[in-house]
């Protein structure tokens, strides 16, 4: 069974950076697309970035030119590299895998962005 754990989250400035971390164990990690999603309180969960078996990436409006997805099929592990963070970028942030007939999410990791 797929399981996903992520890392890296904590609290930072405004206009500071972090890099999230996902750890990922099962066989077929590489075929599949991952991303990070992330939910304030309040709100729904939101796609912020995602990244295909091949690499290709797509990225939320509100973060694209900020953030960076990449990943390592080799060992098993995707990354959501933030920049120039924004207090409306607080969240608890979750790395998923959607395989055709289901979908595997982390326990998630906070960012806060706070003066």
């Known amino acids: 069974q797929v399981q996903l754990v992520e890392s890296g989250g904590g609290l930072v400035q405004p206009g500071g950076s972090l890099r999230l971390s996902c750890a990922a164990s099962?066989?077929?990690?590489?075929?599949?697309?991952m991303g990070w999603y992330r939910q304030a309180p309040g709100k729904q969960r939101e796609l912020v970035a995602g990244i295909s078996s091949g690499r290709t990436t797509t990225y939320a409006d509100s973060v694209k030119g900020r953030f960076t997805i990449s990943r390592d099929n080799g060992k098993n592990t995707v990354h959501l590299q933030m920049n120039s963070l924004k207090p409306e970028d607080t969240a608890v942030y979750y790395c998923?895998?959607?395989?055709?007939?289901?979908?595997?999410w982390g326990q998630g990791t906070q960012v806060t962005v706070s003066s």
């Open positions: 998923n895998i959607n395989l055709a007939t289901s979908t595997y």
């Open positions: 099962g066989s077929i990690f590489r075929f599949y697309p």
